[in-house]
């Protein structure tokens, strides 16, 4: 590899990237192109230098910490077991409900006051579907004896 | 046998124990290895101002959790990952009150009497220098958001691309090709600053 490195191969250098070997070659050899990755990478390096002369004092900042911890720790099982909460909640509603006599021993709810009961709301239903007046659903011979009229379609 | 004091000199997993049972001093030595991590990655996301308040709640927030820490894990990973959601709630939180983070590339301008002095190097090559980061600094700020993240967890964060890959729950080909084309985005734009 006769040529420098692309602007490419040299971002893969400083990246920290794996080279094709006759890269990697080139550049052992190469003291334009090392160089230009070390300035790079440099520049990098001062910028990091520059964040970290922000750092805190890192003693202050340990007991800082430590002050604020809370006495307990959180342990697996603690945590793992917040799924319960809810399950916990609805089965003590149910516990409740069956106290108030809200639930019946036979397992029929009990509708709310003012509301029809299920068995009311079953009638009325019925009532509905016995009306033969809706068009296309006029029951064609309850008894039966016109079936075969029905499926020669008049013809016979 | 659980492990003593003596055991805690080189293993995490070991001071974490130690912590899950109350042990306060095993969750400093812990501290102490971390902090400075856990600040560079704050610092990266919510800038220099907040860095160290939002530190040290990601490391007093890890104790509270460390009973889900699963030491099959690096703690290392554990601990980046709480710092880097702790920085990303803090900068929703101030979104829905139509606050600003001021983040790392909002930096002011570099104060050349205190910033990357080389006692080395002669007046005018300092100049020069602090003009190239000033410069390299402006440059990033210009680069994707995930491109920009990357590229500070990796060089600034000193991270490996394995461990960015699992704090950010991304693949390591993922983090490759945006380190890749943050570094080659600011070569390019960079030209020869020095």
Redesign the interface.
């Known amino acids: 590899m006769s040529n420098h490195l692309t ?2 191969e ?3 250098a ?4 794996e080279l094709e070997a006759a890269v990697a070659d080139h550049l052992e050899n190469c003291v334009a192109c090392r160089a230009e990755v070390a ?2 990478a ?3 390096g ?11 004092d ?1 003693v202050t ?2 007991e ?3 002050d ?3 006495t ?8 793992g077991a917040r799924w319960l909460r809810p399950v916990l909640a609805v089965a003590a509603g149910l516990v409740v409900a069956a106290g108030l006599g809200i639930l019946r021993p036979d397992g029929t709810v009990e509708p709310p006051a003012g509301e029809p009961s299920v068995e009311e709301i079953l009638a009325e239903m019925d009532e509905l579907l016995s009306d033969d007046s809706i068009p296309g659903f006029e029951i064609i011979d309850p008894d039966g004896d016109d079936l075969e009229t029905y499926f020669n379609n008049g013809a016979s | 046998m659980p492990p003593t004091r003596s055991d805690l000199s080189t293993d995490d997993s070991a001071l974490v124990l130690m ?2 049972n ?1 042990d ?1 001093d095993a ?2 030595e812990l ?2 290895r971390h ?2 991590r856990v ?2 990655v704050c ?1 990266q996301y919510v800038g ?1 101002d907040e ?2 308040s939002v ?2 709640d990601s ?2 927030k890890a ?6 820490f699963d030491s099959r894990a690096a703690f290392t990973t554990w601990i980046t990952r709480i710092a880097i959601n702790t920085c990303l709630d803090l900068i929703r939180q101030r979104k829905r009150e139509g606050l600003r983070v001021v983040a ?1 590339d909002d930096d002011e301008e ?1 104060d050349v009497t ?3 002095a080389d006692s080395e190097i002669d007046p005018e090559g300092r100049s020069m ?1 602090l003009q ?2 000033d410069r ?2 402006e440059c ?1 700020a210009g680069l994707p958001e995930r491109q920009r993240e990357i590229f500070r967890l ?3 964060a000193e991270m490996d691309l394995d461990e960015i890959a699992a704090s950010l729950s991304v693949h390591v080909g993922t983090v ?1 090709t945006q ?2 084309r ?3 985005r ?3 734009e ?1 030209g020869d ?2």
């Open positions: 602007t490419e040299i971002a893969t400083v990246a920290g990237l300035d790079l440099g520049l990098i001062d910028r990091r230098e520059d964040i970290l002369a922000d750092e805190p890192w900042q340990t800082q910490i430590l604020r911890l809370p307990g720790v959180e342990t697996a099982d603690r945590q | 912590a899950r109350g306060r969750f400093g501290v102490r902090q400075r600040w560079m610092r220099a860095a160290d530190a040290q490391l007093v104790y509270t959790k460390l009973g889900s790392a570099l205190e910033q990357v220098q190239a980061v390299l600094r990033e990796r060089f600034y490759k380190l890749h943050a570094v080659h600011l070569r390019r960079l600053v020095r």
